[in-house]
Every structure is written in C-alpha cells, then in structure tokens.
C-alpha cells in the first residue's frame, strides 16, 4: 500500500485500446500528478482482464481493488462516454468493488445509522471523471440536445461518488474528439495536465448531505430547501449556474 502523503491517486482505465486518445489522455494526466508530487496507481481494467460480472460478492480480485482505493486520496476514473455512460467493465468494477460494508451500508457506531450522501466507506477522497465524447462540446450543456454535464453524470456523481462519501469534482469533458488532430490532442492533454494542477484544491460539486436539516423523513427535500428548483440542481448548496 502506498504511504500516506495525501498525494496518493489510483486512476482507473477504462479503454480497450492502448493506441488511442485516451491513452494519450492517460499518460499525460498521470505523468502532470507524477511531476507534481503524487504517487499514481495506474489500473488498467481491460489489460488487466478486470472480470465485471457481479455473480457472488467478494473475491481476491475483489479484495485487492479495495486496497488500492483504500490507498488513494484522488481517484480518477477515465473513460469514452458510450451511449450516455460508461463501458461495461467499468460498471462492473463498481458493481464489485464498491461493496456493501466496504463502500456503503457502513454503520456509524455512535447512531446506528448508516453513512451516506456525503458520509460513507469512501469519505476523505476526492473523485474525478474524465471522459472522451465525440459530440461537438456545446450539444452537452443546459441547452445543448445531450444535456447537462452533471445531469449525464448525475448516477456517477451523486449516486456513487457522494453516496459513498466521497467528494465529487465536475468531470472533465474532452469533446469533439472524432477526427482530431496532432494539434487538438495537444490542445487536449495540456487542458487535461492544467486541470490536474490544481486538483487537490479544486472545490467539489456541493451537494446538500442527507441531514433532518435538509430531507425529511421519505428522504425528499424539505418544502424550503431549494423552493422552486427540481432534479439535480435541488440538491446542491446554492443555484447551479445556468447558461
């Protein structure tokens, strides 16, 4: 396990081939946390040949996944947006990694309640998505015919990421990636390495935490939390901004 410097990132890939821009993507993001102090566990779900088929909980496998997001203060998962989500074998390393008594369901000993939205397994961790769209950028916005970026990633974001604790950064959004070319790759990883320079400062996505204050007792918001406001935007601390 890595020691605890709070520089410790476990990046997650999810891409089947080793000759593509998001491996390019990859090997730049990591290289800018190296040269900035982080130690970086690279997993490499399809090199590794990860098994994502969620049978019987547990497993060896299951168990060493579990030590190296233990190990992480970042973690980063990095993928190419495929109908609206991610690849299956990233999926599937959720559906298995993130346990029941591990990553949720974990009791406080003091209430007896369980830990979640904005508590949970995976608390004290910062969490980004990187991911790769062929769309032009403006079709994934509020106006834009793919949505808002965090409505796409509201499951991700909101239901794993926070669910189990931890913090949720805005994802990163490389689009338009068809057909790029040497110059946009570049253009591509210096906007991804600049990002990363600031990452362990970088202020999350401040979703309200699931408090008597802010939900009542069917786990819907208050009638004055966020009046007027519905989906995802009524679960934030203040408006989300709007385009």
Same mark, same amino acid.
């Given at each position: 396990?890595?020691?605890?410097?709070?520089?410790?990132?476990?990046?997650?890939?999810?891409?089947?081939?080793?000759?593509?821009?998001?491996?390019v993507?990859?090997?730049?993001?990591?290289?800018?946390?190296?040269?900035?102090?982080?130690?970086?566990?690279?997993?490499?779900?399809?090199?590794?040949?990860?098994?994502?088929?969620?049978?019987?909980?547990?497993?060896?496998?299951?168990?060493?996944?579990?030590q190296?997001?233990?190990?992480?203060?970042?973690?980063?998962?990095?993928?190419p947006?495929?109908?609206?989500?991610?690849?299956?074998?990233?999926?599937?390393?959720?559906?298995?990694?993130?346990e029941?008594?591990?990553?949720y369901?974990?009791v406080?000993?003091?209430t007896g309640r369980?830990?979640?939205?904005g508590?949970?397994?995976?608390?004290?961790?910062?969490?980004?998505?990187?991911?790769?769209?062929?769309?032009?950028?403006?079709?994934?916005?509020?106006?834009?015919?793919?949505?808002?970026?965090?409505?796409?990633?509201?499951?991700?974001?909101?239901?794993?990421f926070? +669910?189990?604790?931890?913090? $949720? &950064?805005? *994802? =990163?959004?490389? %689009?338009g990636?068809? /057909?790029?070319?040497? @110059?946009? !790759?570049r253009?591509?990883?210096?906007?991804?390495r600049?990002?990363?320079?600031?990452?362990?400062?970088?202020?999350?996505?401040?979703?309200?935490?699931?408090?008597?204050?802010? +939900?009542?007792?069917?786990? $819907? &918001?208050? *009638? =004055?939390?966020? %009046?007027?406001?519905? /989906?995802?935007?009524? @679960?934030? !601390?203040?408006?989300?901004p709007?385009?």
């Amino acid at each position: 396990m890595a020691e605890n410097t709070g520089k410790n990132a476990l990046w997650v890939f999810a891409h089947p081939r080793q000759d593509s821009l998001n491996a390019v993507l990859r090997d730049a993001g990591v290289s800018e946390l190296r040269e900035q102090g982080w130690t970086v566990d690279v997993g490499d779900l399809y090199r590794e040949g990860f098994d994502p088929v969620l049978v019987d909980e547990g497993g060896d496998d299951v168990r060493a996944e579990q030590q190296r997001l233990l190990a992480a203060d970042l973690l980063v998962l990095q993928f190419p947006l495929w109908w609206y989500g991610m690849p299956a074998i990233l999926k599937g390393w959720i559906d298995r990694v993130f346990e029941r008594g591990f990553a949720y369901d974990v009791v406080d000993p003091a209430t007896g309640r369980s830990r979640k939205y904005g508590d949970g397994g995976l608390a004290r961790r910062r969490a980004l998505a990187v991911v790769t769209a062929g769309d032009r950028p403006a079709s994934i916005s509020p106006r834009g015919i793919s949505g808002d970026l965090e409505d796409i990633f509201w499951p991700l974001l909101h239901g794993t990421f926070f +669910y189990t604790g931890m913090d $949720a &950064l805005t *994802p =990163h959004l490389v %689009a338009g990636v068809h /057909g790029a070319s040497g @110059h946009d !790759v570049r253009v591509m990883s210096d906007g991804l390495r600049r990002r990363l320079r600031a990452v362990r400062g970088e202020e999350p996505i401040p979703y309200l935490p699931m408090t008597d204050d802010h +939900y009542d007792h069917s786990i $819907a &918001l208050h *009638p =004055h939390i966020a %009046a007027g406001e519905s /989906g995802g935007r009524a @679960h934030r !601390v203040g408006p989300l901004p709007r385009a």
